[in-house]
């Protein structure tokens, strides 16, 4: 059984700092692009950020970028969000999720529809605080 395991979450003051780690179990993402998701308080679910199995390339919505960083330890089957100057409006559930398709070269379809991923996480409530 594949599973993703979010890590991480919590309560931060604005302009504070949160780590957030996805392990997954079941099947190695190594050759799959992995991503994180957001859910809002009573809002749709939301892109953050991207990468792509290679590790190289990555993609982030316009209101994460410069903040967020998205990583992966293909050894340790995990994915990171390090999420710096923490905002109230990031406040949401995050997700990790990962792609079924194998080394796909393009993230921006992720972006256009975050539930494109096939995997998902249970999610980990990070909440900001002015």
């Known amino acids: 059984q594949v599973q993703l395991v979010e890590a991480g979450g919590g309560l931060m003051q604005a302009g504070g700092s949160l780590r957030l780690s996805c392990e997954a179990a079941?099947?190695?993402?190594?050759?799959?692009?992995r991503g994180w998701v957001r859910q809002p308080p009573g809002k749709e679910r939301e892109f953050v950020a991207a990468?792509?199995?290679?590790?190289?390339?990555?993609y982030y919505s316009d209101s994460v970028k410069g903040r967020f960083t998205i990583s992966r330890d293909n050894a340790k089957n995990t994915a990171y969000l390090q999420m710096d100057d923490l905002q109230p409006e990031d406040t949401a559930v995050y997700f990790c999720a990962a792609d079924r398709m194998s080394m796909s070269l393009g993230l921006d379809a992720y972006s256009r529809d975050a539930s494109t991923y096939d995997y998902w996480g249970q999610g980990t409530q990070v909440t900001v605080s002015s």
């Open positions: 990468i792509q199995w290679t590790g190289i390339v990555t």
């Open positions: 079941g099947r190695t993402f190594k050759d799959n692009n």
